[in-house]
């Protein structure tokens, strides 16, 4: 048996136990085979050395956030715990300070974690317009709404407007309860997600009830001029050509916009075509106009979304017209 000792000098030690120890259970029930003692501002490990050395990884993993941000929520604390060393220190721990985008409320940094991110922050930052294509996972929706945040809190712009086709994907909005704003805002989920991740509560609440933060479906976008705005099309591959033209012409002075899409995912009517691809063709060498592709390399959901992917782009190359059955 092996012994270790972590110092906390560089931490709240109340902060990092938790409430009433909260954490330090966390920290117990994840290495049941350690026994783990708190001393003052010591952490005493006790048991096999290679279960000590991966307790001792995260334990410091734990520190090195904590120095950084102060605060550490309990599910931040057992996602650390959890995770692998990579996905830990691209999600957690800060390479570099300068590419954080947004603080999040809870203490998380957002920033771009993959090359293609971190050229879709480039790109959002030379140009008006960004279409940022690729598949499920690969951060488009998270990073544009992270870009939008951050030039809300920087006085670049005075106002967010996220906007997403409401298509219906297998359900009919008809027989989905409530009225017409119950009925749309589980096509708009997403988006709140993302505000949840990097604005408080309160603040995003008093945003919102000031429309400083609007969501709404692109239908609404119609007949409207955006000024000073960051404005974000999501899921656009479900826009059809004249719904694209008509968002793109409402982007008014000191405006910046996102368009992203999966070409993919395409939830429209047999009878109807996605304007995207043609957006993306016609638009490709105006001087101003960005284009980002994104693939399974840029995928941070679950690792096995990477090979889900992956798996349909190789069947998808097996089918005669080249495209996937519906």
């Given at each position: 048996m092996t012994e270790t000792i972590i110092n906390l000098d560089t931490v709240n030690p109340i902060e990092f136990f938790g409430v009433n120890n909260s954490k330090f259970d966390i920290l117990?029930?994840?290495?049941?085979?350690?026994?783990?003692l708190s001393r003052g501002t010591q952490i005493k490990l006790s048991g096999a050395p290679e279960q000590i050395e991966l307790a001792k990884e995260?334990?410091?993993?734990?520190?090195?956030y904590m120095e950084r941000n102060g605060h550490l929520s309990e599910n931040y604390f057992e996602q650390i715990l959890g995770g692998d060393?990579?996905?830990?220190?691209?999600?957690?721990?800060?390479?570099?300070?300068?590419?954080v985008l947004v603080f999040g409320p809870n203490g998380k940094t957002v920033r771009a974690r993959t090359a293609n991110q971190k050229r879709m922050v480039t790109a959002a930052d030379k140009n008006d317009i960004v279409f940022a294509i690729g598949p499920a996972g690969t951060g488009k929706t998270y990073t544009a709404v992270a870009l939008a945040v951050r030039a809300l809190k920087n006085k670049v712009v005075k106002k967010i407007?996220?906007?997403?086709?409401?298509?219906?994907?297998g359900e009919s909005l008809g027989f989905l309860p409530?009225?017409?704003?119950?009925?749309?805002?589980?096509?708009?989920?997403?988006?709140?997600?993302?505000?949840?991740?990097m604005i408080p509560a309160?603040?995003?609440?008093?945003?919102?009830?000031?429309?400083?933060i609007e969501i709404a479906p692109l239908a609404y976008m119609r007949g409207r001029t955006l000024d000073?705005?960051?404005?974000?099309?999501?899921?656009?591959?479900?826009?059809?050509?004249?719904?694209?033209?008509?968002?793109?012409?409402?982007i008014g002075s000191n405006a910046k916009a996102i368009i992203t899409g999966d070409p993919t995912q395409v939830d429209l009517p047999r009878n109807q075509k996605?304007?995207?691809?043609?957006?993306?063709?016609?638009?490709?060498?105006?001087?101003g106009i960005s284009h980002i592709e994104l693939d399974e390399e840029d995928v941070v959901r679950h690792k096995l979304v990477k090979a889900i992917i992956k798996a349909y782009d190789k069947e998808k190359e097996n089918e005669p017209d080249g495209s996937y059955h519906r």
């Open positions: 117990k029930k994840k290495f049941p085979l350690l026994k783990i995260k334990i410091t993993l734990i520190i090195q060393d990579a996905e830990v220190i691209d999600n957690f721990v800060d390479k570099n300070p300068n590419e407007i996220l906007t997403r086709p409401a298509v219906e994907a409530g009225d017409l704003k119950e009925k749309i805002d589980p096509y708009l989920r997403p988006l709140y997600d993302a505000l949840d991740d309160d603040k995003l609440g008093y945003y919102m009830s000031t429309r400083t000073n705005a960051f404005i974000i099309l999501d899921e656009s591959q479900n826009a059809n050509d004249l719904q694209i033209k008509m968002f793109l012409t409402r996605s304007g995207l691809e043609k957006a993306v063709r016609i638009l490709k060498n105006i001087e």
